[in-house]
């Protein structure tokens, strides 16, 4: 039972152009601008110092942030989906918020709190510390947006697994780290490894948050993201759409992790883990 | 009648353990604790600290100064533009969204899982990519630019490429959360109302939409709240003139570059409080149309 | 290992799901926990089990032999725990399911690598999987995953076995096979169980001794017999099997339930009260002719004669419908059909009076 051939192929039609319009071709332009001048103008705007520095800093902040909410999320998730207490679903709440807050308003947040004129600044900036237009700032921007992802994945997974696992474990005479290690871990492991896909993803791949709390330094406070800003407003197409390739092909890469964890995880759920 | 005296002998001699228990379940699992306070650490530094600095400095102005901040016209302007494009994004996003999950869940065609993969590029793609190759594409000489500008149709540096902006950012919302609520639904269904001499339109109508519709709204209200949030991918194409094409997201980083951090938190707050109350709004909504239906069933 | 609870209760939130109980079961036995759901069987048991904490109540206590082990966390309780739907390690072989308990050990008291392999061998063997310790749980039909539980629990030796609904999740024919099997292997290794089901026949089948629950209550204890042939009050009567229920009135010396009445000695110069009287479908006399003896008409509604004995549906004169049931030969020489005349008499029957309790037999 289905549809007349007309319109299916209509309903296809329009699906089709309508993600070429709105994905193929901006996916498209990106390597196609970054190439323009060749391929040596190409790499040789990859190999800039502040390209290769902007490269270096979103290395350093992903490989902060992940582990951070790594942690997060599973300590989040062993809470949420094993205990029943009171304020269980204000946490729940809690921790979708950066999905409903614009990525401008996280980064905002902590320059009220640590800039100059912030709650903290006057007693950070007597300590020499310095958390906004710095490193730190751009950790804490990026922690902010990424908390969700290994969280939102866990949780409900773990919640349909329920806990019998983890009983019989007990029952058994295992220990919580033995129980955490033997049967929880490996029970969640392709959901835990979507969730740090997109975490990380998204790690990289920040703009608004961290352009509010990195000050634009060349060389220093620049992620990938804010580097391809800088350049493009400097009229420097092709810098520009370099380094948007590179993060271009991130996503690309993202996509492609993604769609192997989920056949993987199908597979898994089918074959008992026999993979 | 024992039983009742059990009840009662229980209330009386577990009176402390009821105060216990209306805390926190028993649970033979260990690691309450431990996992406990490190969440609630972790989202006390990241979160909890931080916003409450943002409402109170939006405070701390004044009720006049925050009142004018939020009321100023070329703020005003950004909302009805950001607001106003992202409500139309969403309704185009909707509409889109559910021929292309209807198309890759019900047809088979040469690319399908290709495209199927691809409709997430735009959360994989950093925003300010998705932002400068948009703009290029619609700028006058770019690949589209070029046909529509003799057209009379400018979509760069106008609220038009902010519409393409939002389109391009929420697309995915739709199409993710009608695909798995399709799947789901039995396909008995169709053929019960086939049975019942309904022609392919009405079924459409009546059984397969209402049942999609849950889907289709909780999509549509993530497409909406991301877009009203969305700064990276509409910068570059917005064009940023005062009163025609600025987003609020803008005007709260143009206060802050003017060291006005009472009217970045202002405004801030404004938009926090229009998203939660989309939220909560939807999740009413939603709650309404999930009783109707389990009623209805 | 014997197993006593005492004074134990549980309260979930408003609910009270195990009121006061205590229980005795001596070393070695078998024994079923009957009752109805919500009735709180599978409450007690994970209560024995250490999985739930009883409420803090005076005496409140748990003994594995003498021993008190209620404040004993479930991990150093070494009991073997089989779950409803197996809890199965997905991500693990059968063998590896079965060494869990073994390997998780502290490294002071873990067998070594030999005698763990030795052990879930022969373990295996026990459940009778040999040549499955290579598979994946979802590789295995329900009856198998059921005895890979079952062989994990035991593999690490412990004191009691308990099993929660051990064949609920099992079809009718491998639910036979299983709890037959269950009881040949007790007999074997004697270890104290105890097992939660809702299934009479079930209970009455493989039991030593049957526990019926009611309500966080324990209604009865004793043999399948004796809970069967001596009902402790209405509950059990009706729960154990069905049963034809007459309502009515003890006065004068004279019980009158519907089309019965008996005499009833004990009711002379008592008041009157009222009195339901309990009979089981064999206990029905079923007769073609009045033969002389307190009997009463009714009418055969539907017959259902695919077993070795018939089931039979009637009417009373007064509408009640009852259910009886009558030997195939008996069935052949009164040809019996629907829109007969029959006449019946209880061959044996259990008065319940209000405010006494009197089994007339």
């Keep these: ?132 237009f710095a490193v730190p700032g751009i950790v804490l921007a990026t922690v902010f947006v990424t908390f969700p992802y290994v969280a939102r994945e866990l949780i409900p997974l773990m919640q349909e697994q329920g806990s019998e696992d983890e009983q019989a474990a007990l029952s058994l005479g295992a220990s919580g780290w033995q129980i955490f290690r033997r049967v929880t871990l490996p029970n969640v492991k392709w959901a835990l490894l979507y969730g ?44 520009a759409f370099a380094v948007a390739s590179l993060l271009a092909l991130l996503a690309l890469a993202t996509l492609g992790a993604k769609s192997l964890v989920e056949r993987f995880s199908g597979a898994g759920q089918r074959g008992g883990g026999a993979a | ?60 102005a004044g009720w006049g100064r925050f009142w004018a901040a939020i009321c100023d016209p070329r703020v005003v302007a950004s909302y009805r533009l950001t607001f106003g494009a992202a409500l139309l994004a969403a309704l185009i996003n909707a509409v889109f969204g559910l021929i292309i999950a209807w198309s890759l869940v019900r047809y088979r065609f040469p690319g399908r899982r290709i495209l199927d993969a691809l409709v997430d590029l735009p959360f994989a793609l950093p925003t300010a990519v998705s932002g400068i190759a948009l703009t290029a594409i619609y700028a006058q000489g770019g690949w589209l630019g070029r046909w529509l500008e003799p057209l009379g149709i400018k979509v760069a540096f106008t609220p038009l490429g902010v519409l393409v902006a939002l389109t391009f950012i929420g697309l995915p919302f739709v199409v993710r959360t009608v695909q798995p609520a399709l799947e789901d639904l039995e396909k008995e269904m169709e053929e019960a109302a086939a049975s019942l001499g309904a022609g392919r339109w009405q079924t459409l109508r009546r059984v397969i939409l209402p049942a999609l519709f849950p889907a289709l709204l909780t999509g549509f209200s993530l497409a909406l709240a991301r877009a009203i949030g969305e700064y990276g991918s509409v910068i570059f194409i917005a064009g940023n003139m005062p009163m025609k094409s600025e ?28 998203s939660f109350g989309l939220l909560f709004g939807v999740n009413a909504l939603q709650w309404w149309v999930n009783r109707r239906q389990r009623v209805g069933a | 290992m014997s197993i006593e609870v005492r004074h134990l209760s549980k309260t979930f939130g408003r609910f009270a799901a195990l009121c006061d109980v205590s229980l005795h079961i001596p070393d070695g036995e078998l024994v079923a926990l009957l009752g109805p759901s919500g009735s709180g069987k599978t409450t007690l048991l994970r209560l024995i089990a250490g999985l739930e904490a009883p409420d803090a ?16 966390p479930v ?11 197996y809890a199965l390690f997905r991500h693990m072989t059968v063998f590896e399911n079965v060494a869990f308990g073994l390997r998780v ?88 169980s105890v097992f939660v089901t809702h299934d009479q026949e079930e209970a009455l089948e493989v039991a030593d001794r049957v526990v019926v629950m009611n309500e966080g209550r324990v209604v009865q204890v004793g043999t399948p017999e004796e809970v069967f042939h001596h009902p402790a009050d209405e509950f059990v009567m009706e729960f154990l099997g069905s049963v034809n229920v007459f309502h009515g009135r003890v006065e004068a010396g004279k019980a009158i339930l519907g089309p019965l009445t008996l005499d009833y000695a004990r009711g002379v110069g008592a008041k009157s009260a009222p009195a339901r009287a309990f009979v089981r479908p064999h206990e029905l006399e079923v007769d073609d002719h009045a033969n002389g003896r307190p009997c009463f008409a009714a009418v055969v509604q539907h017959v259902n004669a695919a077993g070795p004995r018939v089931k039979l549906t009637l009417t009373a004169d007064a509408g009640e419908s009852l259910q009886a049931e009558v030997s195939l030969e008996r ?31």
């Design chain 3, 75 to 85: 991990r150093e309780r070494r009991v073997g725990f089989v779950f409803q739907h």
């Design chain 1, 1 to 132: 039972m289905t549809e007349p051939a007309w319109v299916r192929w209509l309903l296809i039609g329009v699906s089709v152009a309508f993600l070429g319009l709105f994905l193929i071709v901006p996916l498209v332009a990106v390597f196609s601008e970054a190439l323009r001048g060749g391929v040596g103008a190409y790499f040789t705007s990859l190999i800039d110092p502040a390209a290769l520095s902007a490269i270096r800093l979103t290395l350093l902040v992903t490989a902060i942030a992940v582990p951070a909410n790594l942690a997060f999320g599973l300590a989040a998730a062993w809470l949420i989906a094993r205990f029943d207490f009171v304020g269980r679903s204000v946490l729940l709440t809690l921790i979708d918020l950066p999905f409903a807050v614009s990525p401008v308003i996280s980064g905002l947040i902590y320059v009220l709190l640590f800039g100059l004129q912030g709650w903290l600044g006057p007693w950070l900036s007597a300590h020499n510390v310095q958390i906004i």
């Design chain 2, 247 to 274: 987003i609020t997201s803008l005007l709260i980083i143009t206060k802050l570059e003017q060291y006005d951090y009472a009217g970045a938190a202002a405004i801030a707050v404004v938009m926090l409080l229009a």
């Design chain 1, 196 to 239: 740090v896909i997109l975490c990380n993803a998204r790690a990289m791949g920040e703009f608004g948050a961290v352009s509010v709390v990195s000050g634009h330094i060349r060389g220093e406070t620049n992620t990938m993201p804010l580097h391809v800003e800088i350049l493009y407003n400097e009229y420097n197409f092709v810098a």
């Design chain 3, 105 to 192: 050990k502290p490294r002071s008291e873990r067998p070594s690598r030999a005698e763990i392999r030795e052990r879930v061998l022969t373990l295996l063997r026990l459940v009778q999987l040999d040549g499955m310790a290579q598979r994946y749980p979802s590789q295995l039909s329900g009856g198998q995953r059921q005895r890979v539980a079952l062989a994990r629990a035991l593999a690490v030796e412990p004191r009691v076995l308990l099993l929660d609904e051990p064949f609920g999740a099992l079809d009718a024919k491998v639910r036979q096979e299983l709890r037959q099997w269950l009881r040949r292997l007790h007999d074997e290794l004697h270890v104290t």
């Design chain 3, 331 to 361: 069935y052949r020489e009164m040809r019996l059909s629907p829109g007969m005349v029959v006449y019946v008499s209880p061959r044996d029957l259990r008065l319940f009076v209000d405010g006494e309790q009197k089994v007339v037999g």
């Design chain 3, 57 to 72: 109540t005076d005496g409140a206590a748990v003994l594995f032999h003498d021993e008190n082990v209620a404040g004993r």
């Design chain 2, 1 to 60: 009648m024992q039983n009742e005296e059990c009840r009662m002998q229980n209330a009386k001699s577990g009176e402390w353990q009821v105060m216990r228990i209306a805390l926190k379940q028993h649970s033979v699992l260990p690691g309450f604790g431990v996992s406990l306070g490190y969440t609630m650490t972790y989202l006390s530094l990241v979160v909890l600290v931080p916003l409450a600095a943002l409402f109170a400095r939006s405070a701390s």
